[in-house]
């Protein structure tokens, strides 16, 4: 098992420095012979390393970013200067904090940020920079606790919201990031509590509230 893991650890190094090789034969046939380039921090540990393209001295290819006590912060690529491809993020510890991709500078494609246990946090899309597209946001116990869909960087159509223990608490529409329409509100046990409708993000007309055992309530409430 122990030689197993080896091997799988060996392959996996073994490919990533293909990856940055190839991108640093990449730009260096583009730009000319690229520039190594390492700074540390005080102490004497590498705190960057990466590429310079040798004729406008604009970082090319792959860079690594370091914290401190020498864990890896940051495996990035760039063009031209420009945040490029998929970036990963990792805490302190050394786990995965965080996933990205970059066209251009600009964030595009799937995205995935984790907590400290290694279970996601959140993930999604980005398009031209902002959310677009299904969103799901997880508690750390892996429940989910939000999802639904952006629409130009704005919560759009339907959306549920969920507790830590995994009962629904509140469902609805959106447009363009505000409420509107029908909208049922849960207590933590999941039991209806209130529902009714809304307009540009504001309750309006008669809304049903019900007791904790879900019966419905005589009075109602007027906006």
């Given at each position: 098992?122990?030689?197993?893991?080896?091997?799988?650890?060996?392959?996996?190094?073994?490919?990533?420095?293909?990856?940055?090789?190839?991108y640093?034969?990449?730009?260096?046939?583009?730009f000319?012979?690229?520039?190594y380039?390492?700074s540390?921090?005080?102490?004497?540990?590498?705190?960057?390393?990466?590429?310079?393209?040798?004729?406008?001295?604009l970082?090319?290819?792959?860079?690594?970013?370091?914290?401190?006590?020498?864990?890896?912060?940051?495996?990035?690529?760039?063009?031209?200067?420009?945040?490029?491809?998929e970036?990963?993020?990792?805490?302190?510890?050394?786990?995965?904090?965080k996933?990205?991709?970059w066209?251009?500078?600009?964030?595009?494609?799937?995205f995935?940020?984790?907590y400290?246990?290694?279970?996601?946090?959140?993930?999604?899309?980005?398009?031209?920079?902002?959310?677009?597209?299904?969103f799901?946001?997880?508690?750390?116990?892996?429940?989910?606790?939000?999802?639904?869909?952006?629409?130009?960087?704005?919560?759009?159509?339907r959306?549920?919201?969920?507790?830590?223990?995994?009962?629904?608490?509140?469902?609805?529409?959106?447009?363009?990031?505000?409420?509107?329409?029908?909208?049922?509100?849960?207590?933590?046990?999941g039991?209806?509590?209130?529902?009714?409708?809304f307009?540009?993000?504001?309750?309006?007309?008669?809304?049903?509230?019900?007791?904790?055992?879900?019966?419905?309530?005589?009075?109602?409430?007027?906006?």
């Amino acid at each position: 098992m122990y030689c197993m893991m080896k091997w799988r650890t060996w392959i996996q190094f073994s490919v990533s420095m293909i990856k940055r090789l190839f991108y640093l034969l990449i730009f260096s046939i583009q730009f000319g012979f690229a520039q190594y380039k390492v700074s540390y921090y005080q102490g004497g540990k590498v705190k960057s390393e990466g590429s310079y393209s040798h004729k406008d001295s604009l970082k090319q290819g792959p860079w690594r970013y370091y914290y401190p006590n020498g864990k890896l912060n940051l495996d990035a690529t760039y063009f031209n200067n420009k945040n490029y491809g998929e970036w990963r993020y990792y805490n302190t510890a050394g786990g995965l904090e965080k996933v990205e991709n970059w066209v251009e500078g600009v964030q595009q494609g799937d995205f995935a940020e984790y907590y400290s246990n290694g279970k996601m946090s959140k993930s999604g899309k980005y398009k031209n920079g902002v959310y677009e597209g299904p969103f799901t946001s997880y508690y750390d116990n892996g429940k989910v606790k939000n999802k639904g869909n952006y629409k130009n960087g704005f919560p759009d159509g339907r959306w549920e919201t969920y507790n830590a223990a995994g009962f629904l608490i509140e469902e609805g529409n959106y447009v363009n990031g505000q409420q509107e329409g029908y909208f049922r509100f849960y207590n933590d046990k999941g039991i209806i509590q209130f529902e009714g409708n809304f307009s540009n993000g504001q309750k309006t007309g008669e809304w049903l509230q019900y007791d904790e055992n879900g019966k419905q309530k005589k009075k109602k409430l007027s906006y």
